[in-house]
């Protein structure tokens, strides 16, 4: 390995712990959506995990701008250009409100119909409750756009602190407002959608008041906001584009075995919806490296040393493993207190408990090497191979086997799950290859 180390030991701690806070965070009052709207009744709960299938879509593509952002501005700190990377984290700052405000009219006009073709087959009761969630939480899509766009530009600067304490504060909001939303004024759904509104909205406000401070390593310029550089636009969407294409499909193939689901009855979909809550806190420890591998790789490929991406790529997979295992250990702790947290069917609690045992095994000896290696090789600006292994894996293998498992053998959630598994044994081979072959070292961005 070549020169001194870019990051040590302690300077990653410093970039993953606060990572890892603010992911528990984000899951944890995911969950805490699902158990109070548990309290309206299972009605309640299956029409908030269908409308949240739709909302990862949205999400999902407004993270990977996010990402490509990161790769850039990453890149540039790495090559020490701080006038390329202030004028990246601008031009990011305005493309995400732009695009992210888009997708809010999209929704905003078409939200009955988006769910009626989706998910027509549900019951009356669910699809009422699914309109009135959707409604509201897509008023919030262009404070969600800032609000990723810039956290994902503190990460690159290796001052996750910052997104940590808004975070925490967008968060504690959140809770609070579920609390009065559902159990003081009954609001039912609306209760944990208008919270949800309100705290992306402040947090955006916070963390782009922030992101102009002088004295930030990489600022946002109001000026270059409100200005158009395709140069550095098509940088940036070099890398977001093939990443919101991968993890937009991606979403579109939950939201297919979803609508599988939707068919399985309403003890399944409140099942699927519970057990989605209890794997995401599964993979928090993957979530989090996810994010600072971008950081790590980044810098190191923007200062053109791949001996050194090559050393932290194998350090941060092998810790990765590590935290996954003690994660999912406590999760399957937790696991049978967090459930009585809901209003669930014994039926309902046993598919739910059979699921988490069977998504422990697989996300400990799966995860890391299917989403975070998938992330370093990104930071590299390998990009176009990701998307297209993560989008030919997802129809080939996790929506046909879902299908099969599923609705054929009569497996139903549990082998949408195993479909789930399937996918990721895909990738990990495709990866692995591609990461041994050394050809992503030929895709650097800048």
């Known amino acids: 390995m070549s020169g001194k180390r870019f990051f040590s030991r302690a300077q990653l701690r410093r970039l993953i712990i606060p990572l890892l806070v603010e992911q528990l965070l984000v899951m944890l ?22 409308v949240n299938e739709v909302n990862y879509l949205v999400i999902t593509i407004l993270s990977a701008l996010a990402a490509g952002g990161a790769v850039i501005v990453s890149q540039y700190i790495g ?3 701080q006038k390329n990377s202030s004028l990246s984290a601008s031009q990011l700052t ?37 309109v009135t969630y959707f409604w509201i939480t897509a008023l919030s899509f ?40 559902v159990y003081v004024f009954h609001m039912g759904v609306a209760g944990v959608a208008w919270p949800t509104l309100i705290s992306r909205a402040v947090a955006a406000v916070i963390i782009g008041v922030m992101s102009l401070r002088e004295e930030n390593q990489v600022r946002v310029v109001m000026k270059d906001v409100f200005m158009f550089r395709w140069d550095i636009i098509q940088r940036i969407l070099n890398i977001a584009i093939p990443n919101a294409i991968e993890n937009g499909l991606f979403q579109v193939g939950r939201v297919i075995v979803t609508i599988f689901i939707s ?36 810098q190191c490929v923007g200062a053109n040393d791949y001996d050194q991406a090559q050393y932290y790529m194998k350090h941060m997979m092998i810790t990765a493993y590590i935290m996954g295992l003690f994660n999912n250990i406590l999760v399957l702790l937790i696991m049978p207190y967090g ?8 039926e309902t609690a046993r598919i739910v408990t059979t699921i988490m045992y069977w998504n422990a095994l697989a996300t400990t000896l799966l995860h890391p090497m299917s989403f975070v290696l998938p992330n370093a090789l990104r930071a590299a600006g390998d990009a176009r191979f990701t998307m297209i292994v993560g989008i030919v894996s997802m129809f080939a293998t996790r929506i046909s086997l879902a299908f099969v498992f599923g609705t054929v053998l009569k497996m139903y959630v549990l082998g ?12 990990i081979i495709c990866f692995v290859w591609r990461w041994k072959s050394g050809r992503w070292k030929n895709f650097r961005a800048i």
């Open 29 to 50: 009052v995911g969950m805490l959506d699902t158990v109070m709207v548990s309290s309206a009744g299972e009605a309640a709960v299956s029409g908030v995990s269908i």
């Open 79 to 81: 090559n020490r250009d």
């Open 94 to 130: 305005m493309i995400s409100f732009v695009i992210s405000t888009v997708l809010m009219i999209v929704c905003l006009v078409f939200c009955r119909s988006i769910l009626n073709t989706l998910y027509g087959s549900v019951a009356p009761d669910v699809m009422e409750a699914a």
């Open 142 to 181: 262009p404070f969600l756009g800032v609000y990723n766009s810039i956290s994902a530009l503190y990460r690159s600067m290796n001052e996750t602190k910052v997104t940590m304490f808004v975070s925490i504060i967008m968060n504690v909001i959140n809770i609070v407002g579920n609390y009065f939303g």
């Open 263 to 298: 068919g399985y009855g309403t003890s399944q979909i409140a099942a699927n919806g519970v057990a989605n809550s209890f794997s995401t806190l599964a993979i928090i420890s993957s979530a989090a490296m996810q994010l600072a591998i971008v950081t790590v790789v980044g």
């Open 339 to 346: 459930l009585q947290l809901y209003t669930l069917t014994p």
């Open 416 to 427: 949408t799950y195993f479909a789930m598994f399937c996918d990721w044994v895909t990738r």
